[in-house]
């Protein structure tokens, strides 16, 4: 069993920078790959990034090169330091944690934590 629980999502304004921190329990942490998703209003939930649990890192293209995935496994924390943030990059973020499947996959993922707001406005 694994609990996540997101923290450091704001109200920014467009070109500033943000770090999402998800902290998560269970002794396993360090076997799942953890990846991070948003879900602007009236859209559906997409990838964002991933960290597998051999700390191999995937990105969506639409904010690679802007956004890095990082995990502490001795803190089980994963974190996500999103630069240059743009007013489309809005939305409800979410950490996940899975076992095995397709990364890019929200369907792969067993666990989920309760997501964190991000708005960037000027």
């Known amino acids: 069993q694994v609990q996540l629980v997101e923290s450091g999502g704001g109200l920014v304004q467009p070109g500033g920078s943000l770090r999402l921190s998800c902290a998560a329990s269970?002794?396993?942490?360090?076997?799942?790959?953890m990846g991070w998703f948003r879900q602007a209003p009236g859209k559906e939930r997409e990838f964002v990034s991933a960290?597998?649990?051999?700390?191999?890192?995937y990105y969506s293209d639409s904010v690679r090169g802007r956004f890095t995935i990082s995990r502490d496994k001795a803190e089980n924390m994963v974190y996500l330091q999103m630069n240059s943030l743009k007013l489309e990059d809005t939305a409800f973020y979410y950490c996940?944690?899975?076992?095995?499947?397709?990364?890019?996959?929200?369907?792969?993922?067993?666990?989920w934590g309760q997501g964190t707001q991000v708005t960037v406005s000027s």
């Open positions: 996940a944690a899975q076992n095995s499947g397709n990364i890019y996959y929200a369907s792969s993922y067993d666990y």
């Open positions: 960290v597998t649990w051999s700390e191999i890192t």
């Open positions: 269970g002794r396993t942490f360090s076997v799942y790959n």
